[in-house]
């Protein structure tokens, strides 16, 4: 039995909440609990620091055949990072695209304790575990594709929703999976011919659907499954001037999902799908007419993907996306489009403050976080490595903290960006409180993850401790300094163990791989007949396409009961 | 018009033959068979007087080695020689990397000429030959 | 008796994954649906030729010891080394792969896998222009146009086009197998087919066709509705007999061919009447047809990789198909050849972020081509040792880099006494991976495939992965020793 009292310090913790109050956090066995032994248990003393619940990412592509591509195509991207080996942690290379251990070490460093990785072909499920495996001191999920897989756009065109039900069960626990992850509906498959979809009533090729009715047929099915996250989107026209109207189509073809409350979609990357203006002389924010619908409208969540000036790597399952970067960048591309399910593509990029385009970016990400008023709705990502590389966070805390720290930054940004801008007539400064929302607890809430997220009692013991006094630091004026605490935690401790002291990995374990264990009432039938079809889809065979159980070095089998 | 010697460009690659001598065992008589000879032009073997079958010395500015020489089944490859990947191939291609980790395995200058009365190595003769090992 | 089914083949990168093998008392007596090579591997792998025991070259002989004795040695040599190279990899399952990175960071060593004299200059390429590609399945729902350029799949790949090009039925797009047949019987007969397939090669030989066609016009089936079958070599290889237009490319000129090409796509003129032997009006006719597909393919293989320009060809083979990709779709895929060398460039890239020739002596990854590549460290003799796993450098390395392979301390991991193990100074009998030891390996498109087990290995025989953790830890324990001796001495 091992104890850890954290003592004294100042804690956040929205989910009970908690806001700033001096109290000790109590940890046995891994878990938070009411209270150790005083005098037997080992002690932080927190006197004068900042106590937060583990940070939770909700979409980071740190693993998988797309991000490994990525890291194979861009030596250029490792050389100007490298990270040596030490007594206790692997080698490996950054920058945007980091080796598996680095990203462990990285996230943990700022206190990170779960991550998303929310983008991943089925047939490519092995890899992605494999990879997941090997990024230490993080708890993970990974979202299988779904959007365009060939099962599932036959089911909904045929209307049989309970039949799409029971296959989109069988899929997470064959792909290991957490969460339904839909990128440009309809636009994947037409990719396969170089096609894509405009429209959320444009017609799918050869299919005979509409984007509309792949997102809220799996939205439907999302809630006949019972599934702890809600289906989560990349939006039709990602990235396209003029792009918000598809955008608010797409949140208000959501109102006809029933819900009992919860959310029924999480839109990710928002700032990708906030653009105004037809084309790229003229693109400009939509961050106004999104944020007014999302501040009088309950049924979705979303993240940020906030942009970091720097270079980067762009990458995600939206093929038709990357290949249109090409032809505006004709810089390295790669394409990879997968059989039977999705798409995806890599470009690297530059993003630039001398670039208008860039440069409202930049400011349509933070003008929606700051103008959608409640925090639950909004966290904070950069879409890992899209929109920028995860260990800026400490940049956006700072935005989102400190008028002063964005108009810093605002004022070296291009010209007509900067006229363009929302953000000089905003005054929201983000408290500790807030920002604790948007980096744990309202993640946390929306994947649904009970043990993570907060410090309540039976609460999983992942803790981030960081180098702040509330009573005496200003982080609206004194952003510097807390953007140096928040990149470097005085303690992260996942599981009750103290993992990370001072921003130095102190002690090395492996997280555990989250998956949905789904139990319907009827289990799908894998006859003859879907063994025949499956042979017609794929050019692997049925019995290797599983993630069998031994790919999963620490798993969490999460059981679900769905109501088909 | 019968000639001395050969001028040639000289290829080595993959045959069939090869891939599953290899799989049997390198020390396999397959892999033997597979891997030292060289297919030739017929026009070619005609002018170095050299019949199917016929042992040929292979010369680079790296090296000699003998092989059999085998007439190429499918097309005229006049000016060509395709010798199998393995250790007799390689004891004769170019090593030069142009500085990015691959030697020139394709499309470097051979010269062949009749030898008859020349033994075909073993791997181990070859080995011990070439390594003394 | 038992028959298992779904077998993944460890031979090639098509990895077919539906090869049917009875056993027999621990032995695999049958194989269903596998090529030539396929049948030669599990019928080799219990041959004569495998190591039964770790080996010590004493007196310039190779003698037997006992796993110990291999194990630290071979610990020694490389604790002791200053810049050991371990190498191959391609032919072993991620699972060794991974332990493989660890190790070679401990030691401080050039990490490389066969990639270098395969298709590392298709990395290269890649990371010059990237890669517009796609999975196996892809191509055969919906690849109308098929090019093969500088690569024989029927001798080196040979199910390729049956699983996933030509001959496979797709969602999208139909076998042409039945009119390949008509073709073929029509040209030459039943008999020569049929003495094709009783040679045993493969159940769909090639028969001859025709004559040479690099001075004929293209064909007016290149303009035909369903799959278009077009070879790009430097000679009439199996699968070129097998094509409906064959281009028969000067040696060394396959970069002038593909710029003509990429002017052509780009509707811009060329002022010569052939590029690389062939004459532009039949390039012209071609590229009618390239750019009016639905879906155009290009697979590549050391035609390309290992002629004249190497990394540059690849470059330009991805950037023509980078250019038709303005006028339709358009994809590209290497030919790899082992069946995990995928896999070696995929585990290496994601621990180190380098996919082959990673330099690991300051401490940290170092990735560059022609410095820290094995071959050129090998020609330029600065390694002092070298570990050798799932692969025959003694046979697929030019004789020079062998000679500084063979005079330093040389360790050789393999299930087979090929020509390095014939070389080597320690060397440890393993598993065969995908016959009697399990794993993943990745497919040329990057898919990962289970490897199954499915007989027992011979006794006291381990698997890669075991016997490396064993000489990882050693390596620790020397070093450790040696650390605590500096510590005592000071």
């Given amino acids: 039995m091992t104890e850890l009292l954290i003592k004294n310090g100042f804690v956040f913790d929205p989910l009970n909440g908690i806001n700033g109050e001096k109290m000790d956090i109590a940890i046995r066995d891994g878990k938070i609990v009411a209270s150790v032994n005083d005098s037997r248990a080992k002690k932080i003393d927190a006197t004068g620091l900042t106590v937060m619940p583990g940070a939770v990412d909700i979409h980071t592509h740190i693993a998988g055949g797309e991000v490994n591509t990525g890291r194979m195509i861009r030596p250029e991207d490792h050389v100007k990072d490298v990270v040596r080996k030490t007594a206790l942690t692997r080698s490996g290379t950054g920058y945007s695209i980091p080796s598996t251990f680095v990203t462990g070490y990285r996230y943990s460093k700022m206190g990170y304790t779960t991550v998303m990785n929310p983008s991943m072909a089925p047939l490519g499920a092995k890899h992605t575990h494999e990879e997941l495996n090997d990024i230490p001191l993080l708890d993970k999920a990974t979202f299988p594709l779904i959007g365009d897989w060939w099962f599932v756009l036959e089911y909904l065109q045929k209307g049989d929703l309970e039949g799409c039900a029971r296959h989109v069960a069988w899929m997470m626990e064959t792909t290991k999976g957490y969460a339904i992850k839909i990128v440009n509906p309809g636009g994947l498959e037409s990719w396969g011919f170089g096609r894509n979809v405009h429209s959320i009533d444009d017609v799918v090729p050869n299919f005979g659907i509409t984007p509309r009715e792949i997102i809220c047929g799996l939205a439907k099915v999302n809630t006949m499954l019972n599934l702890p996250h809600s289906i989560h989107l990349h939006t039709n026209n990602l990235g396209i001037p003029g792009n918000y109207v598809t955008t608010l189509e797409t949140m208000k073809a959501l109102e006809s999902v029933p819900t009992d409350g919860k959310p029924i979609c999480h839109i990710t990357h928002l700032q990708f799908s906030s653009f105004a203006g037809d084309n790229w002389g003229n693109m400009k924010s939509a961050a106004e007419e999104i944020s007014k619908y999302i501040n009088n409208h309950s049924h979705m969540t979303f993240d940020m993907g906030q942009v970091i000036f720097t270079d980067t790597t762009t990458m995600t399952a939206d093929g038709p996306f990357e290949y249109t970067l090409y032809q505006l960048s004709g810089h390295k591309w790669v394409n990879s489009d997968v059989e039977t399910e999705t798409s995806g593509g890599i470009i690297p990029m530059r993003y630039k403050r001398k670039s208008a385009v860039n440069a409202t970016q930049w400011s349509i990400g933070l003008e929606l976080a700051l103008l959608i008023e409640d925090p639950w709705k909004m966290f904070m990502t950069t879409d890992h490595p899209n929109a920028g590389p995860f260990f800026a966070y400490p940049k956006i805390i700072a935005w989102l903290t400190s008028k002063k720290a964005r108009m810093a930054t605002l004022a070296k940004c291009h010209k007509k960006a900067q006229k363009k801008s929302l953000l000089p007539s905003i005054k929201r400064e983000l408290s500790l409180y807030e920002l604790a929302i948007v980096t744990r607890a309202g993640q946390a809430r929306a994947l649904g993850l009970k043990g993570k997220g907060h410090l309540g009692v039976g609460a999983d013991a992942d803790v981030a401790i960081y180098n702040i006094n509330p009573e005496t630091l200003d982080i609206a004026v004194k952003y510097k300094t807390a953007r140096k605490a928040f990149d470097s935690a005085a303690y992260t401790i996942k599981d009750g163990v103290v993992v990370v002291k001072d921003g130095e990995v102190v002690q090395n374990v492996d997280g555990r791989t989250m998956w949905l264990d789904i139990k319907t009432a009827e289990q799908i039938k894998v006859d003859e007949e879907m063994k025949r079809k499956f042979k017609q889809y794929w050019t692997v065979e049925y019995e290797n396409y599983p993630v069998f159980d031994h790919y999963l070095k620490v798993p969490e089998a999460i059981t679900v009961k769905a109501s088909v | 018009m019968m000639q001395q010697k050969l001028h040639v460009t000289l290829l080595t690659g993959r045959t069939i033959e090869q891939g599953v001598g290899k799989e049997y065992g390198k020390s396999s008589p397959e892999y033997y068979e597979a891997c030292s000879m060289v297919y030739m032009d017929a026009d070619d073997m005609q002018k170095l007087g050299v019949k199917n079958g016929t042992n040929v010395l292979v010369t680079t500015p790296n090296g000699s080695v003998v092989l059999k020489a085998v007439k190429y089944p499918r097309s005229a490859i006049p000016g060509l020689i395709y010798i199998p990947y393995g250790p007799w191939a390689n004891s004769i291609v170019s090593n030069a990397t142009t500085s990015i980790g691959m030697p020139s395995f394709k499309g470097t200058p051979a010269e062949v000429e009749a030898a008859p009365d020349q033994p075909v190595l073993s791997m181990k003769e070859l080995l011990k030959k070439e390594f003394g090992r | ?490």
């Fill in chain 3, 1 to 490: 008796m038992s028959v298992i089914n779904a077998v993944t083949c460890p031979i090639c990168g098509c990895l077919c994954d539906d090869i049917e093998v009875t056993v027999v008392n621990n032995e695999v007596v049958k194989v269903k649906n596998g090529c030539a090579v396929c049948e030669a591997k599990y019928m080799g792998y219990k041959s004569e030729h495998r190591i039964r025991q770790p080996l010590i070259r004493k007196d310039g002989k190779l003698v037997p010891v006992s796993m110990n004795e291999a194990v630290h040695k071979a610990a020694e040599i490389l604790a002791n080394a200053n810049y050991p190279i371990l190498y191959g990899w391609s032919s072993t399952n991620c699972e060794a792969q991974r332990v493989g990175v660890e190790l070679a960071e401990e030691v401080g060593g050039v990490l490389d896998n066969t990639a270098v004299v395969c298709h590392g200059p298709s990395l290269m390429g890649t990371q010059e222009v990237g890669i517009p590609t796609s999975t196996l399945g892809q191509i055969r729902h919906r690849a109308d146009v098929i090019i093969y350029w500088g690569c024989d799949p029927w001798s080196a790949h040979p199910r390729h086009l049956e699983r996933y090009t030509i001959f496979t039925e797709g969602r999208f797009e139909d076998s042409e197998w039945k009119s390949y047949l008509n073709k073929v019987k029509a040209a030459a007969g039943k008999k020569k087919l049929l003495s094709a397939q009783r040679a045993g090669l493969s159940k769909k030989a090639p028969a001859t066709v025709a004559e040479s066609v690099v001075f004929n016009k293209p064909p007016e089936t290149l303009q035909k509705e369903g799959r278009k079958l077009i070879v790009i070599d430097v000679r009439k290889s199996m699968t070129a007999e097998m094509a409906d237009y064959f281009i028969q490319v000067e040696p060394n000129k396959d970069y002038e061919l593909m710029q003509a090409l990429r002017a052509l796509v780009k509707d811009e003129e060329l002022d010569v009447d052939q590029v690389a032997g062939v004459p532009v009006e039949y390039l012209k006719e071609v590229v009618e047809t390239l750019v009016n597909c639905k879906f155009g393919v290009i697979f590549f293989g050391m035609g390309l990789t290992q002629s004249a320009g190497k990394f540059r060809n690849i470059e330009v083979a991805i950037s023509l198909t980078r250019d038709l990709n303005m006028r339709t779709k358009f994809l590209i895929m290497p030919m790899r050849g082992h069946f995990n060398v995928a896999g070696a460039n995929i585990v290496f890239a994601w621990q180190s972020g380098y996919a082959f020739g990673v330099d690991f002596s300051l401490g940290y990854p170092r990735y560059n081509p022609g410095e820290t590549t094995s071959m050129d460290v090998l020609l330029r003799g600065e390694s002092d040792a070298a570990l050798v796993i799932a692969s025959d450098p003694g046979a697929t390395f030019p004789k020079r880099a062998v000679q500084s392979l063979v005079k330093n301390p040389l360790i050789v991991i393999d299930p087979h006494m090929n020509a390095t193990a014939m070389l080597g100074d320690v060397v440890f009998p393993s598993a065969f991976v995908g016959i009697e030891v399990e794993g993943t390996a990745y497919r040329m498109d990057n898919v990962p495939l289970p490897l199954k087990k499915v007989v027992e290995p011979p006794e006291g025989i381990l698997s890669d992965e075991e016997l490396l953790k064993k000489i990882l830890e050693e390596v620790k324990s020397i070093k450790a020793q040696k650390t605590k001796q500096k510590a005592e001495g000071a």
